[in-house]
């Protein structure tokens, strides 16, 4: 079996048109930011495995992740800024 590597570019080409790829839309996520799976978990208080495991094709992220995500893709700033008034008040 070939290793995997979590880090390799993913082909978009290779999928049919119209289809839905999670693995692809939480890595252009989080390269969007540049930072690295740990970094990206750290920054934005996700579990570092389980972005590991998704990155990796082994398992789907729910659909309150995505959410999530698709709002760090929108407005990261609003986030950081959200994660850190809660912070604050805690």
Do not use: K
């Amino acid at each position: 079996m070939a290793p995997i590597h979590p880090d390799r570019p993913i082909d978009e080409t290779a999928r049919p048109e119209g289809s839905f790829c999670a693995r692809a839309m939480v890595q252009r996520v989080r390269w969007g930011t540049g930072l690295t799976q740990d970094a990206f978990a750290r920054t934005f208080h996700l579990d570092a495995d389980a972005l590991c495991e998704i990155e990796a094709g082994r398992t789907l992220p729910d659909a309150a992740l995505l959410a999530y995500l698709q709002v760090i893709e929108w407005r990261p700033e609003a986030v950081l800024d959200a994660l850190e008034q809660g912070n604050r008040t805690i």
